[in-house]
């Protein structure tokens, strides 16, 4: 498009007393080549007089708007200006909350954030949304079980059609086998039954919802709003196109065979599957004998928070036991429920009928660690426990055992066996065939025909939960579209999976919708671009089609890298990992940033310093650090990054031979605790790197004149003194050697 440009400075919220706006004028007329008449300044550019000077222009034929004033970060809606493309100067959080007013450093800082500014968009072209033709709104539920079925429900209830693939012939999962649910309603003192049998009842006749039961997927290729899935239904195929996925597909009982040194094998020790199906039949009988058992022991945390088989907690089973031991008092007055727990975990409402259960003479709860199950003869067994509130070892008889078992995701073999087929592959072809020969594969759920793989990756740490994050990516996975809900995402109650459901239908209708109007999904939910990259110097390297974090980029028979576009989450990952520089967004690029970098001011005298700060945690940080008005160094320069993923290391090697004197990448914190927002951006970023370091040296350039800094969002306190000790250690190393080539 011909471009006519407008720059307007606010001199409000102390922009105005902090810096020269006349000389600010000035500089960007000559250096970035905007007419003067171009540029203008209002006391508060937010307030509608400020607004109605800007949309006048626009009215006029303006289309490129530099804003200079506050964060971007804030005021988005009115400095929204459709058809026109905008950037955003912050010179209120990082000149005029951060620098001493009016001094030449603040000025510099001001005039060098403008021009980039200006430099942005002359570089940059107006993103035009990419909308590809014949996309389905549907929505794909996999798992019938009662997280399946709310979520196909709720998906329906907004008016879209479901397709709920169920590999069971009956509907229900686990909440179908119970004999009763822990209450749900005041005062929490009596059981309830199962609610899934009404929402069976209620999705069978809706008219939105098609139901697939015994049926598997058998491929899932495509991308949102354009998934091609395979269904196999009793022999038979058929492909449907779906928009979006709610994966629900539930749980499984830890294997209890491995639960030997717990009685594990004697009939009467039993698991709180098993006491279900038990209780559903009649009265409380053991399995050895058919004798009612009058004294039943249950063993809490059985091979769960425990390093040796699972290390979580089931959310569940503490609710569970109390429920059983209700089966056990109601169906026999004079039987006795004994529950030795690690600890009881009964959150929210649940904690009332913890209270209402403590209160029965005929339940007896007792802290302990249990070492042993042994024979007591007649079928009886004794359990022997130790580090008891009262600080004894105990032993006490009993005529059956439930063992408090606990879940593992449905996704877990799945991914164990993708894990040990990777590591195989990794020795060499020998080993990946022993492998595929001596190991069982298990029935995998989404079969993705992606070049990365056919399910969704867990993270380290995540015991083969299919979930995201820890922290930014409820219901999100690293497959865009598909949505996860209910113990396959983490372990939950019933109560939990029913607003869980509801939360993954609201995210696969956000998808589609966003698809249909040719915008990413989250976290960039408003972003029209999308990577263009020029295939004509590719050379298929596979560094985008390895290291895109969501599986965005496929390769075709011939090994080249073909981008699928609603799958990408636009944080330009690919942009950094690509060596000939080939792909770009229409505001964001390689050329675009090394721009900015090149017409800043580098002093003959002094230091210039580039801070490249990832927009989700690094850059509101230095936004809360300016709130707080702490002092940033005015040697430095910040340029917002998408993630610190999409760094392209050539911008490294440009400020340097520039005569930059140092540079911090500024990312998400990752690892057990933390994770960014692209969830392998900084850690990616962080490989890159030490690549780079060596580089440096063999330049004779010291490898310290850049880092790499890992911030979380509350570490706006700490964060000025970080960059200060980097700018100390520069000083100390000396100025750039390149500086005045």
Not at 456 to 473: K, M, Q, R, T, V
Request: charged share 25%; proline share 5%.
């Amino acid at each position: 498009m011909e471009k006519k440009f407008g720059v307007y400075i606010c001199k409000g919220c102390g922009i105005g007393e902090a810096v020269n706006i006349d000389e600010l004028k000035k500089t960007t007329a000559g250096g970035a080549k905007i007419a003067a008449e171009a540029i203008r300044e209002h006391e508060i550019l937010c307030s509608p007089a400020g607004l109605e000077m800007i949309n006048n222009d626009v009215k006029e034929g303006t289309n490129c708007i530099v804003v200079g004033a506050c964060s971007p970060r804030v005021k988005f809606e009115e400095f929204d200006f459709p058809g026109a493309l905008t950037e955003r100067v912050n010179l209120r959080e990082l000149v005029a909350w951060t620098m001493e007013p009016n001094t030449e450093d603040t000025q510099s800082v001001a005039e060098d954030y403008l021009k980039m500014g200006v430099v942005k968009l002359q570089r940059g072209d107006l993103p035009e949304p990419k909308i590809l033709e014949d996309l389905s709104s549907t929505i794909m539920v996999v798992g019938g079980g009662f997280t399946g079925l709310t979520a196909a429900l709720e998906s329906a209830n907004a008016g879209y059609k479901v397709i709920l693939v169920e590999k069971e012939a009956e509907l229900g999962g686990w909440g179908a086998k119970l004999y009763k649910e822990t209450p749900r309603t005041y005062p929490y003192d009596k059981l309830d039954d199962p609610a899934v049998f009404g929402k069976i009842k209620e999705a069978e006749a809706h008219e939105n919802i098609r139901i697939c039961k015994s049926t598997v997927i058998e491929k899932t290729d495509g991308q949102p709003g354009l998934f091609d899935v395979t269904l196999r239904t009793n022999g038979s195929t058929e492909t449907v196109k779906v928009g979006s996925f709610i994966m629900a597909a539930g749980w499984k009982p830890y294997d209890a065979t491995k639960l030997g040194h717990l009685g594990y094998g004697n009939p009467n020790v039993i698991t709180n599957v098993q006491m279900e199906e038990i209780a559903k039949k009649g009265k409380i009988i053991r399995p050895s004998d058919g004798k009612e058992a009058k004294n039943v022991a249950f063993i809490q945390c059985a091979g769960q928070r425990d390093m040796n088989h699972l290390p979580y907690c089931s959310a569940f089973c503490c609710a569970t036991s109390l429920k059983q031991a209700k089966y056990v008092r109601e169906k026999s007055s004079d039987a006795v429920a004994m529950i030795f727990y690690k600890d009881i975990r009964t959150p929210g409402q649940t904690e009332l009928f913890y209270k209402n259960m403590q209160n029965d003479p005929g339940v007896l709860l007792t802290k302990a660690d249990v070492t042993g199950i042994t024979d007591a003869g007649n079928g009886n067994l004794y359990v022997e426990a130790e580090n008891t509130l009262l600080g004894e070892k105990i032993k006490v008889e009993a005529d059956l055992v439930v063992l408090a078992t606990g879940i593992v995701p449905a996704t877990r073999a799945p991914q164990e066996y993708l894990d040990g087929l990777a590591a195989a592959t990794l020795k060499g072809d020998e080993a990946k065939k022993n492998y595929i020969e001596g190991t069982e594969k298990p029935e995998f759920i989404l079969n993705l025909a992606y070049k990365q793989g056919p399910e969704l990756p867990s993270e380290d740490g995540y015991y083969g939960f299919a979930d995201s994050s820890f922290i930014c990516f409820q219901y999100e996975t690293r497959r865009t579209g598909i949505y996860t809900a209910g113990c396959v995402k983490q372990p939950m109650t019933m109560v939990d999976a029913a607003s869980d459901a509801a939360g993954a239908a609201l995210k696969a209708i956000q998808c589609v919708e966003h698809v249909a109007k040719g915008i990413a999904v989250h976290p960039r939910a408003w972003d029209a671009t999308f990577p263009d990259p020029m295939m004509i110097k590719c050379t298929s390297c596979k560094r985008c089609t390895d290291e895109c974090p969501f599986g965005a980029i496929d390769e075709d028979e011939k090994g080249t890298p073909f981008f699928k576009i609603n799958r990408c989450r636009r944080c330009g990952t690919c942009m950094g990992a690509c060596p000939e520089r080939i792909v770009s967004f229409k505001d964001f690029s390689v050329d675009i940033v090394g721009s900015m970098i090149k017409n800043m001011d580098v002093p003959d005298e002094g230091y210039r310093i580039i801070v490249l700060a990832c927009e989700n945690d690094a850059y509101p940080a230095l936004d809360s650090a300016a709130i707080k008005k702490y002092k940033l160094n005015p040697s430095v320069r910040i340029i917002p990054v998408r993630c610190l993923g999409s760094t392209n290391l050539v911008w490294v090697t440009d400020a340097l031979s520039r005569g930059i004197d140092g540079l911090i990448l500024l990312g998400c914190k990752y690892g057990e605790n933390y994770q960014c927002h692209f969830v392998k951006g900084s850690e990616l970023a962080s490989y890159r790197f030490g690549k780079l370091q060596e580089t440096l040296t063999k330049l004779q350039l010291e490898a310290d004149r850049c880092q790499l800094m890992q911030v979380a969002i509350s570490d706006y306190d700490a964060l000025p003194k970080m960059i200060d000790d980097f700018v100390a250690r520069i000083e100390e190393i000396g100025p750039n050697p390149f500086k005045g080539f």
